[in-house]
């Protein structure tokens, strides 16, 4: 149970399919923040030691985990980036989350597995964010696909191919849709425009300017 209140806006949690340009719109955002005199936070996947442990045991190419022992890893992850949060949140104008709770139920629903297994520490992490304002970075898989290719140096999921990942951002696709929270706030940025419209769009979202 968290013991702190946050003011409704204060947490943005960006998720969006590889090559969508979600990492690009946060650098936009960030900076766009700081040109107003405001401070800005990103916890990613990999922004202390303990995190980074986790997500190289989650992307090793070499050694395969069982998707039951992954799912486990991210639920851990979230929880370790959470902490972050609740460290972190008085010090800065803005945490901006970078991926976070839609991308964990896509896994769990791509691998197959039993979401009510997990329901309960989901819920407890979506609590812990709320409230927040949830941004969903999309561009169309052939354009994702295309930039992916571009990058070189393939995830381990990235290798696995165009079919194997279309599934995957299908499935993100889907979990972004129907995902529901009395306290998060969900919007959608089409990324194909030019970087400032994009800006500007998300801007607009969050009522900034």
């Not at 947490?11 to 990492?23: C, H, N, Q, S, V």
């Not at 800005?40 to 996947?45: A, E, K, P, Q, R």
Request: hydrophobic share 35%.
């Amino acid at each position: 149970m968290k013991n702190i209140i946050y003011e409704k806006g204060k947490i943005i949690l960006f998720e969006g399919y590889d090559g969508a340009g979600k990492t690009t719109l946060i650098s936009l955002f960030k900076r766009h923040l700081s040109s107003k005199g405001l401070s800005s936070l990103v916890i990613d996947n990999t922004g202390n030691r303990v995190t980074a442990n986790i997500d190289f045991a989650i992307r090793d190419g070499v050694l395969e985990i069982a998707p039951a022992t992954e799912i486990l890893l991210r639920l851990a992850r979230e929880c370790e980036r959470i902490k972050t949060l609740k460290t972190e949140i008085t010090k800065y104008n803005y945490i901006i989350l970078d991926r976070g709770i839609v991308s964990l139920i896509s896994w769990i629903h791509y691998y197959n597995l039993p979401y009510e297994k997990y329901k309960l520490h989901i819920e407890e992490i979506i609590e812990e964010m709320s409230p927040c304002y949830l941004v969903d970075c999309y561009l169309n898989y052939d354009e994702s696909w295309n930039r992916v290719l571009s990058r070189g140096n393939l995830s381990k999921k990235e290798s696995r191919g165009k079919e194997i990942n279309n599934r995957a951002f299908t499935v993100q696709r889907e979990i972004f849709s129907h995902f529901n929270w009395p306290e998060i706030t969900k919007y959608e940025i089409n990324t194909k425009g030019s970087r400032e419209d994009c800006l500007q769009e998300l801007l607009a979202c969050l009522s900034l300017k």
